[in-house]
């Protein structure tokens, strides 16, 4: 069960609400904000039918967790896209899955800066590229990967989604892998990102 509880995550909500920067959250807190969510779906599944107002409390719980839980996963998109268009990277930790948006809404947004540039240069506008000849690109270039940094040892190697070999990693090593070989250890505390600040 998560070590997290309702006032933690309504605290991590308000937070959130009151402050104009994005927030610190890492996938490890917010997969336990997700567990407490669901240990409570769960203890209202197994409340008795006459245990009316047990079984209304949880219910007013549950859905006060959910409306937190996705009103702060919206608002913080709002502040990561907000934080693209005025040109600069948000100060808080993100998530895996935020810093995807990152980093895709990124490149999008210079994309478009380059077609306005060369727009305005006379040049030909690049064609899109279809579906089909965006299959041909190798697979290699469209994997995001993630710095992290080990707090377990990883005893065996793995086979990436690069298709490359990683591991066994040391408690403490720090290796860049493939983002979504990353994901169920930054959600269950084996890893935590290590964000490169840019220009350093």
């Given at each position: 069960m998560s070590d997290l509880g309702y006032d933690d995550i309504k605290t991590t909500w308000e937070n959130e609400v009151r402050n104009e920067g994005l927030q610190d959250l890492?996938?490890?807190?917010?997969?336990?904000?997700?567990?407490?969510?669901?240990?409570?779906?769960?203890?209202?599944?197994?409340?008795?039918?006459?245990?009316?107002?047990?079984?209304?409390?949880?219910?007013?719980?549950?859905?006060?967790?959910?409306?937190?839980?996705?009103?702060?996963?919206?608002?913080?998109?709002?502040?990561?896209?907000?934080?693209?268009?005025?040109?600069?990277?948000?100060?808080?930790?993100?998530?895996?899955?935020?810093?995807?948006?990152?980093?895709?809404?990124?490149?999008?947004?210079?994309?478009?800066?380059?077609?306005?540039?060369?727009?305005?240069?006379?040049?030909?506008?690049?064609?899109?590229?279809?579906?089909?000849?965006?299959?041909?690109?190798?697979?290699?270039?469209?994997?995001?990967y993630v710095t992290v940094r080990f707090l377990r040892p990883i005893s065996a190697a793995f086979l990436g989604l690069d298709e490359k070999t990683y591991g066994p990693f040391k408690k403490e090593d720090i290796a860049m892998i493939p983002a979504a070989n990353a994901r169920a250890w930054l959600r269950d505390g084996t890893v935590v990102r290590i964000v490169v600040e840019e220009g350093l």
């Open positions: 890492g996938d490890l807190r917010l997969s336990k904000m997700i567990a407490y969510l669901s240990s409570v779906r769960l203890s209202l599944a197994s409340v008795d039918a006459d245990k009316r107002i047990q079984a209304d409390m949880l219910t007013q719980e549950a859905l006060n967790l959910e409306f937190m839980i996705e009103d702060l996963l919206v608002l913080r998109r709002q502040k990561i896209l907000k934080a693209i268009l005025a040109g600069h990277r948000p100060r808080g930790d993100m998530t895996l899955a935020e810093e995807e948006l990152y980093n895709r809404a990124q490149r999008a947004l210079d994309g478009h800066m380059e077609f306005v540039k060369e727009s305005l240069a006379g040049a030909k506008p690049i064609e899109r590229i279809s579906d089909d000849e965006s299959e041909t690109q190798p697979a290699s270039d469209m994997i995001e």
